[in-house]
């Protein structure tokens, strides 16, 4: 009788040995940060119509970093004038320490297309372009993934570089929390931004953070310090939150960003889940966007076998039912799926009378068995043969939301008319 559990036993502990190995190679692999500027990434801080924030990475030694920008139309080489230095920080991590270089660019044109590198005189970055959103915006797409932690970000590569060649037009992307598979182990970033090279630097990427961006190697709980420290973020959310609770608007569309790491960060913010639902009732109040979408990476309305989260629901539920936020994206489950437009927890007659509730899919590699369509949900669908994305456009009175395998195959369309 004691084999099988042997037999058990030891095949747990191969698994542990093999991702362990997984885990040190990758780190053998990536280079140390040196001089030359990597995992540049654009964020928005502030107005996207006329700034654009861009941040990277070097050695701890490098010193006196700058962005250098013009616009591309009859570019033939960067002004000496426009150049503007960057804030520096150092990041102390289980790999090494480095330095993040972050500046933001103001006084943009909108409406135009900028080209940029980063670095010092002696270490630029190859150019790269950005463009700033219109002084008018009737319209536009933007990308949703799932949660992309992994021990590999080869799927990861693949399904964001296939979802943006397929969708040039979007503006932006987001993920909805767990980036990556343990938030404090900085292997695993260098193989997030590996992966996103040649998409995070075109478009601004305006993350959410989820419970594993908490989690240190030693699975030991944090206050998710790598990710404010990469990704520079509006700093307008609750005081102790800021960066990782944060809105901000484009075109006609108000976005709000939320943590819901309420279990993982209750040694450091006891009170984060009231704190955030006064700062978000004043945030819904003074908006004045036709379209409010929120993101938050636990979801209210789950698809595990067991109730989840009901100080979720409890907290911001009523709050979403009466600012009428129109979609809520979640991750988590790891599956795609969404709701009847809800109400109070009940179904209501159409999107107007409610939110719909997403929950975004996977663009990693982990996945769950043991998910399954609820009561609430109008459409279930469980990402295990591949990963998935979404994209999101708006065109005035209508939202249409598409959700596709990272191939391109079509799992889902819909659309809100108001």
Known sequence: MRKPLIFVQILCLIAVILLSSTALLSAAIMPAPNAWPD????????????????????????????????????????????RAAAGIEVLRTNT???????????????????????????????????????AQVPGFKFLVFGDSQSINYGVWQTTLRQAFQANRDAVFFTNVGDLVDVGQDYTHWAGWFSAARGVID????????????????????????????QFKLPQNGPAGLKGQVYSFDYGDVH??????????????????????????????????????????????????????????????????????????FT???????????????????SPAGGTIYVASGRSGTKTYLNTAAKEWNRFFHNPVAAATYITVETGGHWLRVNAFSHSGLLIDAWEINK
Request: aromatic share 12%.
């Open 39 to 82: 995992h540049i990434t654009l964020t928005w801080t502030d107005d996207p119509a006329t700034t654009q924030t861009i941040t990277w990475r070097t050695g701890a030694a490098t010193v006196g970093g700058q962005a250098e920008y013009a616009e591309a139309a009859d570019f033939i080489a960067f002004p000496a004038g426009a």
């Open 96 to 134: 090494g320490d480095m330095a993040i270089h972050s500046v933001t660019l103001t006084g943009l044109k909108p409406g135009t297309r900028y080209l940029y590198r980063v670095g010092t005189p002696d270490h630029w970055s190859e150019p790269h372009a950005f463009t700033t959103a219109g």
């Open 202 to 229: 075109t478009i601004p990427a305006m993350p959410v953070a989820g419970n594993h961006e908490c989690y240190t190697p030693a699975r030991q709980f944090s206050k998710p310090v790598f990710f404010t420290a």
């Open 255 to 328: 976005f709000i960003m939320l943590d819901s790491q309420a279990g993982e960060q209750r040694q450091f913010e006891p009170d984060m889940l009231h704190k955030q639902s006064r700062w978000l009732q004043r945030d819904l109040m003074l908006t004045d966007k036709k379209w409010k979408i929120a993101f938050i990476h636990r979801p209210l309305y789950n698809n595990k076998p067991n109730p989840e989260n009901p100080s979720l629901r409890q907290v911001f539920g009523p709050i979403f039912d009466q600012y009428h936020v129109d979609l809520v």
């Open 331 to 349: 991750g988590h489950d790891h599956v795609y799926a969404r709701t009847y437009p809800l109400y109070g927890g009940a179904a209501a007659g």
